[in-house]
């Protein structure tokens, strides 16, 4: 079997995308708002670990497969989820554990309902071992720009075997509250579906609940340690559900003797500590919206769609400006050193309308984005009508 998936935009200047993101990774006075990285962890115990594991040389040995009991117990408590009725299985990111999910969930005669915008890595997944993908358009006030209950059940047939929850939202930032999430969870159990509940930007909302406290045995739960923690060069994440969903995934799993050990001490470390500097980064995150909002408002013809939003990035509506997305996604890296995203990664019906950006960086570097908004959409309009 061949798996096709949709190639990415190659940005001017550059032969291949691989290219691009080495450009990307070495520069290092870049202003990072174009990946939903977060530049604010300055945790030393992550740091500390790293070291102490190096220093050891604990990387010439191989892990135990599913993860160190340790960081298993730590992912559980930090997601307040019973050890007797959870399993979890360390994977190398919570891509990995997305595939695993998806490929031992899904077969050719089943479909998957998921959003629009939402984040097409998953829906590529889906469309590989499923029959296809209900992609439904969420980008409206109707439906709160988030795929509700009732859009959900409009869209279930007698073969829909997975709904994708990825709360919050990527690109988005829209999150769920308690009683959509209870009601997503009995829409699970009374059609036997199972929730792909992926919570990678969980830590970075206001209020977040879990699908897997009400239906346990409809739901896998994705944990990614690249947000919150920093960690996202590292590679490391984890895949929650009940033993019998578990069973599947780990007997697919491919990574069988064990998720880098370095990462693994650090995201030990990282949970020890992350009530410690949670809150700070949180708050930081909140201000930075504050001033892109400013920016947003100060510019005709743009606005947000989600506001605050609940993740470490948001989107902004650029279709009334008459600049496309991906003009001002290479102005901004070009001439001001600012790597934003054009907003077609996320949404084949919506990318033309929006970027999207991530703010967990530095306040001084948001304000330079800050600053320099409003002009690069007037000076891109003002090349357009020549």
């Known amino acids: 079997m061949v798996f096709k998936k949709k190639e990415k935009r190659v940005p001017s200047g550059f032969n291949t995308i691989n290219e691009f993101f080495d450009y990307l990774y070495k520069k290092e006075d870049l202003i990072w708002m174009g990946q939903n990285t977060n530049h604010l962890q300055k945790d030393k115990g992550i740091e500390d670990a790293l070291i102490a594991g190096a220093k050891k040389r604990d990387y010439c040995k191989y892990p135990p497969p599913e993860g160190f009991p340790e960081l298993k117990?730590?992912?559980?408590k930090d997601l307040e989820l019973d050890p007797n009725l959870f399993d979890v299985q360390v994977t190398a990111s919570a891509t990995e554990s997305l595939y695993l999910a998806i490929s031992t969930s899904l077969y050719h005669v089943t479909n998957t309902i998921a959003s629009d915008p939402g984040y097409l890595i998953i829906n590529n997944f889906c469309n590989r071992f499923g029959n296809h993908v209900k992609e439904?358009?969420?980008?409206?006030?109707?439906?709160?720009?988030?795929?509700?209950?009732?859009?959900?059940?409009?869209?279930?047939?007698m073969e829909t075997k997975l709904?994708?929850?990825?709360?919050?939202?990527?690109?988005?930032?829209?999150?769920?509250?308690?009683d959509e999430i209870k009601e997503i969870a009995e829409i699970a159990k009374e059609n036997n579906i199972i929730v792909l509940h992926?919570?990678?930007?969980?830590?970075?909302?206001?209020?977040?609940?879990?699908?897997?406290?009400?239906?346990?045995?409809?739901?896998?739960?994705?944990?990614?340690?690249?947000?919150?923690?920093?960690?996202?060069g590292l590679r490391i994440g984890a895949v929650i559900s009940s033993p019998d969903l578990m069973r599947p995934m780990r007997a697919s799993v491919i990574n069988d003797l064990g998720t880098n050990s370095l990462a693994q001490e650090a995201g030990i470390a990282g949970l020890h500590s992350k009530s410690s500097w949670i809150e700070d980064i949180k708050e930081t995150c909140f201000k930075n919206q504050e001033l892109i909002k400013e920016a947003v408002d100060e510019t005709p013809g743009a606005f947000l769609p989600v506001y605050p939003s609940d993740a470490n990035m948001m989107v902004i509506d650029i279709s009334q400006t008459g600049v496309k997305p991906e003009d001002l996604s290479e102005y901004l890296l070009e001439e001001k050193n600012i790597f934003v995203r054009e907003g077609n990664y996320t949404s084949k019906r919506f990318g033309d309308r929006y970027i999207r950006v991530s703010y967990s960086i530095p306040t001084s570097e948001v304000m330079e984005f800050r600053n320099e908004f409003k002009n690069a959409i007037l000076t891109l309009q003002r090349k357009n009508k020549k």
């Open 73 to 76: 117990e730590l992912i559980l």
């Open 136 to 157: 439904v358009p969420i980008y409206n006030e109707e439906c709160g720009y988030k795929l509700t209950p009732e859009l959900i059940k409009e869209n279930i047939d």
């Open 163 to 178: 709904i994708v929850l990825i709360d919050p939202l990527n690109p988005i930032g829209t999150a769920y509250t308690k």
């Open 198 to 232: 992926d919570i990678t930007y969980k830590d970075f909302a206001r209020d977040h609940t879990l699908v897997a406290k009400y239906a346990p045995e409809h739901t896998i739960t994705i944990y990614s340690f690249s947000k919150i923690f920093g960690m996202a």
